[in-house]
């Protein structure tokens, strides 16, 4: 019947209304399911997970040493040109030798897509994604980093 | 007393031509729709790309068989870690790699995640469209979830660029299987939620149902796919025809409805995300041990001749195409993304209709325009 | 007792023993004048920071909290942003009509606040026929809109403009058939009349279950009336980007913004004070106690409480649902709120001859 049909059309519309209107007046009422997290002010209380690709760094130890043979593989790894090595001649001091080792590792984090295939291509482990994220600064040129620290060396024994 | 203003007179015929984009909140993105009015009612819709073409397929020719896999997650980024996935299965195709059990089984769990949080972020979406605001920050919620898992095990939240010629990059984290199984818990208790607030509501069924109807053939010629093609009827799921990594070993259906209609669209993606959700609830516990990554050469140098895989995305069928003359970087890069196919059929779908209708089917096209682009 | 009406007489008083009488009558005018536009200024800024936070708890976020304790100066803040921003208007416009636009809107909204009666014999002008010239009022406020979609040579904005053209004067119609239901009821059309009649219980709880439909009508075409989502097609920023105010910009687009609260604010007003009895104060059959810690409350606290808990509705009912599309918006006016209303005021006409309300 028509007029049947018509009633329970209405009805089950203000239904399917009223299901709606529970669901978000639930949420309304129960603050604790409140998701927002305060950034600025949780800065100190913020946990990143440690995988996280903020930007690359190269690890040094107490002696301020670090693991770079200059080697190049993260250099040719790189498919945006982010990473830049000089290279230098030290002379062996036992036996007057001359090899190659790292002068410079030039780093531009402006063009780093944070693709983690030089970290990978590294064979000595010298550099490493560290989870930093707040990289914004005023000036671009800020953003190209030198990553051994100076007077840094190699480390004994890495080849 | 009052000026005629030039809207009507520009047009002999009382069409109105409307720009839709490339800045329009109906987009997201930088779409450009040019449609002709008349009145409420659409008469022709002539979408025009370009906007945020990046020439990734030429990029891709300059870049070696392990640094292009990285681009390709700025195509499709909702689904950047299957757009990945893709990629390394044509390279590993070429070069004849077997992929590890277990990197097969992380590479599939994490692209189920993807299409979640992919389909979760178009529900959202696609209620914002529709002019609902709130399901867009409770869909976020869960999707934040999986974001944390990719963050945990690939490090990144969104392009994660994870997968390698023959395997994953890193191991899984120590804490993946167990986020995956409390998100499985949580999210089988918010779907119904998703389903109360959006699904049986009033007003969405009536923008929905009978809206933007598009029958097997046209789906079929138009070259549509994923769940723009099953809402008509049409078989086309990449994982069930073509089987790739162990998808012909799971258990799973292909979500199928023959409606044609926003609302089948709607529908087929809910039951996607269900089906996922099955996928990994299989796999999670089952995760083999072994290598993550097979061992290949430091240079990858594919042989010479042509290449083509296809994955299931979140949108649909997504293949690589690849031309190689035998050095260390490919010939010619071809990527069929679904979101050209299923943009091209949308004058079609909603001509006639009104300019809600329009933004109603758009919805439930789920367009990623850089995937349109590329 | 300290109340609105105390302080009115007492400053009607003074006034008439320090000053001749049309100059009295003058200066109260203007007092009258300059409380209404601080009860503007007031409204809207605390609807848009109760707006912006209905949303953010139904949205499972914080909301604004940066400006102010809890971010309640927040609306101010934004105030004073719209007020330094440049105020455009573009080349091909209408210059006349789209600078006068947004004033009718804000006129209609003021205009709309003289029968209200916001507490016990606090009324800026209690004339014989109120609803009438309520509804009337309200009618302008299309005027406005679609002076705004057309002048401002926007193709969005005129989608909008007729839009809304075509829904307030269709919505009208129930919305009217509504508040003639209480009419029917009560047997005036003036407002303090209505209040009164509800002395002894709010018209809702009287009037059986015609009323409450009555009601619900009264509601959904009321948001529809003052563009408000679920029907906010006017505007509808993911179809026509923001509709007939697309082109507006700094203290023209403010005033837009702010008669749509206060209209918001009106229509709920005029709701509380058919159906819910004004500033009546909440009372049950023979309970005496109960009636007279009720009565202690003030009435303005009443009205206000009323009046605030329907806006409170209206938000939560744009926060919960999707849009309509326009032919369904036309469709639910039309087929079903219409036929539905004409019913119902048949029946509560029934009711009002035969005597059955209580």
């Known amino acids: 019947m028509f007029l049947k049909d018509y009633i329970k059309e209405v009805a089950g519309a203000l239904k399917s209304l009223a299901s709606g209107m529970k669901m978000t007046g639930y949420y309304f009422t129960h603050h604790k399911e409140i998701i927002t997290e305060e950034y600025p002010d949780n800065r100190n209380s913020l946990v990143l997970a440690e995988r996280f690709k903020g930007e690359v760094v190269m690890t040094h130890d107490e002696n301020n040493e670090h693991a770079c043979t200059g080697c190049t593989a993260c250099e040719l790894a790189c498919p945006n040109a982010t990473i830049k090595i000089i290279t230098k001649f030290d002379v062996d001091e036992a036996t007057g030798k001359k090899k190659k080792a790292l002068d410079t590792f030039i780093y531009h984090l402006e063009l780093c897509t944070l693709c983690n295939l030089c970290v990978d291509a590294c064979p000595t482990g010298a550099i490493k994604m560290a989870p930093t994220f707040e990289h914004s600064v005023f000036d671009r040129n800020q953003l190209t980093k030198k990553l051994n620290n100076p007077g840094s060396k190699i480390r004994a024994g890495v080849e | 007393m009052y000026r005629t203003t030039d809207i009507l007179t520009s047009s002999t015929s009382g069409d109105m031509v409307i720009n839709v984009g490339p800045q329009h909140p109906a987009t997201h993105g930088v779409l450009h729709l040019v449609i002709t009015l008349n009145g409420e009612t659409i008469k022709k819709i002539e979408p025009h790309l370009g906007y945020i073409h990046r020439s990734i397929e030429k990029m891709c020719e300059s870049l070696t068989y392990r640094q292009f896999i990285y681009v390709t997650s700025r195509m499709d980024y909702l689904s950047a870690h299957i757009n990945n996935h893709a990629c390394a299965l044509c390279v590993e195709k070429g070069l004849q790699i077997e992929v590890p059990p277990r990197a097969q089984v992380v590479r599939v769990i994490l692209d189920e995640l993807t299409r979640i949080a992919s389909h979760e972020l178009w529900w959202g979406a696609m209620a914002m469209d529709l002019g609902a605001f709130t399901p867009f920050f409770h869909a976020f919620r869960e999707r934040e979830m999986i974001n944390e898992i990719m963050e945990e095990t690939c490090g990144a939240r969104l392009t994660m660029n994870y997968i390698v010629p023959g395997g994953v990059m890193m191991d899984i984290h120590p804490n993946f299987q167990k986020k995956i199984k409390e998100f499985i818990v949580l999210y089988k208790q918010k779907i119904n939620e998703y389903h109360e607030l959006v699904t049986g509501n009033v007003i969405f069924e009536n923008r929905m149902k009978n809206i933007g109807t598009l029958t097997a053939e046209q789906v079929i010629s138009y070259g549509c796919s994923g769940p723009v093609a099953r809402g008509s009827g049409v078989k086309s799921d990449i994982r069930k025809l073509y089987p790739y990594e162990i998808y012909d070993k799971l258990d799973f259906e292909e979500a199928l409805e023959t409606g044609g209609d926003s609302y089948a669209r709607y529908l087929i993606r809910m039951r996607e995300m269900e089906q996922s959700i099955k996928i990994i609830e299989q796999l999670v516990d089952n995760i083999p041990d072994g290598d993550f990554q097979a061992k290949t050469k430091a240079v990858l140098k594919l042989p010479k001749g042509e290449f083509y895989t296809s994955v299931e995305t979140a949108r649909g069928e997504l293949g690589v195409y690849i031309v190689s003359e035998g050095g260390t970087t490919p010939y010619r890069i071809k990527f069929r993304s679904p979101g050209f196919s299923n943009l091209s059929i949308l004058n079609d779908m909603v001509k006639g209709g009104k300019i809600g209708d329009l933004i109603a089917a758009m919805g439930t096209l789920d367009l990623v325009i850089p995937d349109i682009d590329r | ?358």
């Open chain 3, 1 to 358: 007792m300290w109340s609105f009406s105390n302080i009115a007489n007492e400053i009607h008083t003074w006034l008439s023993s320090q000053l001749p009488p049309i100059w009295a009558t003058i200066v109260e005018m203007v007092i009258a004048g300059v409380a209404v536009i601080g009860l503007f200024a007031i409204l809207g800024l605390v609807l848009v920071i109760m707006e912006r936070k209905v949303a953010a708890w139904i949205q499972i976020r914080l909301g604004p909290n940066r400006v102010g304790p809890k971010g309640m100066f927040q609306s101010m803040a934004d105030t004073v942003k719209l007020l330094v921003k440049e105020g455009m208007t573009p080349n091909g416009a209408d210059k006349l009509m789209f600078n006068v636009a947004p004033f009718i809107a804000m006129i209609v909204a003021m205009l709309l606040m003289a029968p209200i009666g916001f507490a016990k014999d606090f009324q800026l002008w209690d004339l014989n026929i109120g609803v009438l010239y309520i509804t009337a009022i309200s009618s302008i406020s299309v005027i406005g809109i679609l002076m705004a979609g057309w002048a401002s040579n926007n193709k969005y904005s005129l989608l909008g403009a007729m839009r809304s053209g075509a829904q307030i004067v269709s919505y009208e119609l129930s919305a009217g058939l509504a508040i003639l239901t209480i009419i029917v009821l009560t047997g005036s059309l003036q407002l303090s009349d209505i209040v009164q009649a509800q002395a002894d219980g709010w018209w809702i709880f009287k009037g059986h279950l015609p009323v409450i439909i009555a009601f619900l009508i009264f509601i959904t075409a009321v948001t529809a009336e003052t563009n408000r989502a679920p029907f906010d097609l006017a505007e509808a920023e993911s179809e026509l980007t923001a509709g007939f105010h697309t082109e507006y910009s700094g203290m023209k687009f403010a005033l837009f913004f702010l008669a749509e609260y206060i209209n918001v604010f009106i229509v709920c007003a005029i709701g509380a004070t058919l159906f819910l009895g004004g500033w009546m104060p909440f009372h049950i059959g023979n309970w005496e106690g109960f009636n007279h810690v009720m009565d202690y409350i003030p009435s303005s606290v009443w009205f206000f409480g009323k009046t605030f808990f329907l806006i409170f509705v209206i938000m939560w009912f744009r926060w919960t649902f999707p849009r309509l599309r326009i032919d369904q918006l036309l469709n639910l006016e039309w087929k079903y709120l219409l036929p539905i209303s004409m019913i119902n005021l048949l029946l509560v006409t029934l009711i009002a001859i035969l005597g059955w309300h209580f």
